[in-house]
């Protein structure tokens, strides 16, 4: 019984870290930089989008913000008319 448990537990684990990996791109990203954000403004930006990218939220200041911070990570496109006003 208790290798049974034991088992399950291992499978559960093994699953787990499986699933919450990042993939070979992103750690190469990672590991090309020495902090997760280029700035606290790069970290604010990031949270408040989501990693599809799907219904940005972009502003001026942003764009701008990107540009001089130099930030990394996955592009987010957006047309001019999406980007919202400061």
Same mark, same amino acid.
């Given at each position: 019984? %208790? *290798?049974?448990? *034991?088992? @399950?537990?291992?499978?559960?684990?093994? @699953?787990?870290?499986? /699933?919450?990996?990042?993939?070979?791109?992103? #750690? @190469?990203? #990672?590991? /090309? =930089?020495?902090? =997760?954000?280029?700035? $606290?403004? =790069? /970290?604010?930006?990031?949270?408040?989008?989501?990693?599809? $990218?799907?219904?940005?939220?972009?502003? %001026?200041?942003?764009?701008?913000?990107?540009?001089?911070?130099? #930030? #990394? $990570?996955?592009?987010?496109?957006?047309?001019? /008319?999406?980007?919202?006003?400061?």
């Amino acid at each position: 019984m %208790r *290798s049974k448990i *034991s088992t @399950a537990a291992a499978l559960i684990v093994v @699953a787990f870290l499986a /699933g919450a990996c990042a993939t070979s791109e992103q #750690w @190469a990203e #990672w590991r /090309g =930089h020495t902090t =997760h954000f280029a700035s $606290g403004d =790069h /970290g604010m930006f990031s949270m408040s989008n989501n990693l599809e $990218g799907k219904n940005p939220k972009v502003t %001026r200041l942003d764009v701008e913000n990107s540009r001089t911070q130099n #930030w #990394w $990570g996955k592009t987010l496109t957006v047309e001019p /008319g999406q980007v919202i006003q400061n």
